[in-house]
């Protein structure tokens, strides 16, 4: 069985840094494209970030682009996204998901919370 | 970044109707459409890829139609679980984007 499970979210100041993680275990990590997704309160899905199998192609969204950084560690079947200068804005809960288009699977979800 | 708008925003119908769920690409994405179903506190499900194939386990009372610009999601006999709100999301090109959702209630 196919599991995702984040952790690492919680309550940060803005300007502040926080850092991800996703379990990942019923599947072969290594030979899928990962993804984060995030939904802020209330509001629709937003892809954040991908990353290819062996970690050497990433892609961000506009809005984080410089701030966020998604990696990956096939050896622990783990999926990351350090967060940096975080705001007010990056509130919401972030999924993680495997591939990038028709996602089939995605872990429960981590909430992230920008504010002062 | 190719934007996605699905209409209506909200949607009420009653338990045995047959509801359709338009979605709009700013441009043609040919079939690169997927369909989620979310409810709330959980994680999206995957209904529908390549604009009109099932996902594995979905009813069959769920289908899709489309391509180029216009898509549809049409539910055929609302059952009580599928009160929900429902994404589209385009993945032909980079950044791949979502609609900006319907919600679907109990009339």
């Known amino acids: 069985e196919v599991q995702l499970v984040e952790s690492g979210g919680g309550l940060v100041q803005p300007g502040g840094s926080l850092r991800l993680s996703c379990a990942a275990s019923g599947f072969t990590f290594s030979s899928y494209w990962m993804s984060w997704v995030r939904q802020a309160p209330g509001k629709g899905l937003e892809w954040v970030a991908n990353?290819?199998?062996?970690?050497?192609?990433?892609y961000y969204v506009d809005s984080v682009k410089g701030r966020f950084t998604i990696s990956r560690d096939n050896a622990k079947n783990s999926l990351y996204l350090q967060m940096n200068s975080l705001r007010a804005e990056d509130t919401a809960v972030y999924y993680c998901?495997?591939?990038?288009?028709?996602?089939?699977?995605w872990g429960q979800g981590t909430l992230v919370t920008v504010s002062s | 970044a190719i934007r996605m708008t699905q209409s209506p925003s909200s949607l009420s119908a009653s338990t045995g109707d047959r509801v359709t769920i338009t979605c709009r690409a700013s441009?043609?994405?040919?079939?690169?459409l997927a369909w989620y179903q979310q409810k709330p506190g959980k994680a999206p499900k995957l209904l529908i890829y390549?604009?009109?194939t099932l996902q594995s386990g979905v009813p069959s009372r769920f289908s899709g139609s489309g391509s180029g610009t216009d898509f549809t999601l049409t539910i055929s006999c609302l059952q009580s679980e599928d009160f929900a709100t429902y994404y589209c999301q385009q993945y032909y090109s980079d950044p791949p984007t979502f609609g900006q959702g319907t919600r679907l209630e109990i009339k």
């Open positions: 998901a495997r591939d990038v288009n028709r996602i089939a699977y």
């Open positions: 390549s604009a009109s």
């Open positions: 441009q043609g994405i040919s079939t690169y």
């Open positions: 990353i290819k199998q062996d970690g050497s192609e990433k």
